[in-house]
Structures are given as structure tokens and as C-alpha cells.
């Protein structure tokens, strides 16, 4: 057991070259930079606020999680370790796991589920199957979870055949391109290595943290006001970003024009 704590016990090693900064640290600017996590994490956790409070708190869990991704990315690239690639992958696969639950458009449902809670039981069931299905070929993980994002991608763009809101369109682009570069920077790193260290930047998959923690800021800000949109469509969301709508870049988030509070009662 002691061995799986073990510093390089994982059979994954990244790009970036091992112990160059600090003899404690084997890949240093991989572990910096899942430090990204815990910067946005709050920050989404405080403008979601108004729509989880009035949708369900629940959905506070999904950035809750999105913590312990940092912290489990920071440990596995500090370590390489087999926990430690363990423990991020299996966060990852909870944080998708907790999304599709809260989010998944009851429209989509498979025709034998009825209703969300039925719903979320058959996704916890199987992401509980999937957690210890992952210790049978820790290596095909990262391809496994990667591959969620297809389907994401596939499930967006239905929901968005009926939008004609520009500002929702151009979130959306805006994340699925965040995406497309991540997910570059993750392949190019795996698969490219020998390339990249002629040009001496073995960086790219510090660079996937920091652009794949903004792709889900976009992303579940997106799916929140399509969530919104059709769960408590009373509340009139809107967009908005912060901290300024006049500013070229920012953290999108929901602004519900109405509330329990003030819906009028029949």
C-alpha cells in the first residue's frame, strides 16, 4: 500500500521536466497552476449564488468539487503518485457526474426515467460503477473522461438550435472554443512531448489547467441560463459579466430579473 503513495508511482508522466525547480516537486509548473482552481472556484461559487438559491444550493456542489479538482491536480503533479492520479481523475468524473445530474435537460431523459430524482439515482449508480471500473486500467482514464466532452459538446448544441440571443450564442462559442484549446493543449502535451521540448516549452498542460477551469466557468454558466430558462423561467435570467459588462473579458453569470419573492401568485 505504502508504494501508491509513492512519489512516481503512477504510470502517467507529463511533459514538463521532473524536479527542475524544487527537489519536492516533480512537475512545478503543473502543480502552480491547478492552483487556478481554487482563485475561480469561489469566485463562481459568489456569482452562481442568486440562481442556485433560488433553483436548488445543490448546485453549489458542482464548484465545491471543482476545489478538490485543484487540490487533487496540485497533489498528483507535486507527486505523481498513484493516489494521486487516482484521486484527481475519480474528482473529475464526480464533477461530471454532479453536472449531469442537476443539468441534464429532463427532455433528454431515456424514456424509463420520469423525473430528475430517478434520474440523478441512475447517474450516481453509475459513476459509482465507473469509480471502481477506473482502477482496472488507470491509463485509459483521461481518454474516458475526455470523451464526456463530446458528449457535452453534442448536448449543447442541441439545446441551442432554438436560441436566437445573441449574447447566448456568443457564450456559447466563447466556450466551446476555451474548450477546443484546452483540450489542444492536453493532446499536444501527451502526444508531442518530444516536439515541445526541442522548443524547450514542456508547459501545455499547466496551460489545459488554466484554460479548462475558464471553459467551465463559461460552460456551467451557459448551461445554468439554459437550465434557468426552462426550470424557472419566472425568473427572467439574463447575462451579465463580471466585474464589468464593459470590459473585453470577464466571468459570465446569471442575473434573474424575478424571484420567488416577487412572482405573482395565481
Not at 481554487?38 to 433553483?55: D, G, N, Q, V
Request: charged share 15%; aromatic share 16%.
Amino acid at each position: 500500500m505504502a508504494g501508491v503513495f509513492s512519489y512516481e508511482s503512477s504510470d502517467i508522466d507529463w511533459c514538463e521536466d521532473n524536479y527542475k525547480y524544487s527537489e519536492h516537486v516533480v512537475e512545478y509548473f503543473n502543480t502552480m497552476s491547478s492552483f487556478m482552481f481554487f482563485i475561480i472556484s469561489p469566485i463562481m461559487l459568489y456569482l452562481l449564488h442568486p440562481y442556485a438559491k433560488e433553483r436548488s444550493l445543490a448546485i453549489h456542489m458542482v464548484w465545491v468539487m471543482m476545489i478538490f479538482v485543484g487540490l487533487f491536480s496540485a497533489y498528483f503533479h507535486m507527486t505523481l503518485s498513484f493516489v494521486g492520479q487516482m484521486l484527481d481523475e475519480l474528482s473529475i468524473l464526480w464533477v461530471l457526474a454532479l453536472g449531469y445530474a442537476m443539468w441534464f435537460p429532463r427532455k433528454l431523459f431515456p424514456s424509463f426515467i420520469k423525473n430528475r430524482t430517478t434520474f440523478t439515482r441512475l447517474v450516481l449508480v453509475i459513476t459509482a460503477i465507473a469509480s471502481v471500473s477506473s482502477f482496472v486500467k488507470p491509463t485509459a482514464n483521461a481518454y474516458a473522461l475526455n470523451c464526456f466532452g463530446l458528449h457535452l459538446l453534442y448536448t449543447l448544441a442541441l439545446e441551442m438550435k432554438c436560441c436566437n440571443d445573441q449574447k447566448v450564442l456568443q457564450l456559447a462559442k466563447m466556450s466551446v472554443v476555451l474548450w477546443v484549446l484546452a483540450i489542444s493543449c492536453w493532446i499536444s502535451d501527451r502526444f508531442g512531448c518530444s516536439f515541445w521540448q526541442k522548443l524547450d516549452f514542456c508547459y501545455l498542460h499547466g496551460i489545459w489547467h488554466i484554460l479548462i477551469v475558464i471553459a467551465v466557468a463559461y460552460g456551467t454558466t451557459l448551461i445554468a441560463y439554459l437550465d434557468a430558462n426552462s426550470e424557472i423561467p419566472y425568473s427572467l435570467p439574463a447575462l451579465q459579466y463580471w466585474p464589468s459588462e464593459k470590459w473585453a473579458v470577464g466571468f459570465p453569470h446569471l442575473v434573474l430579473k424575478n424571484t420567488t419573492k416577487t412572482k405573482k401568485q395565481c
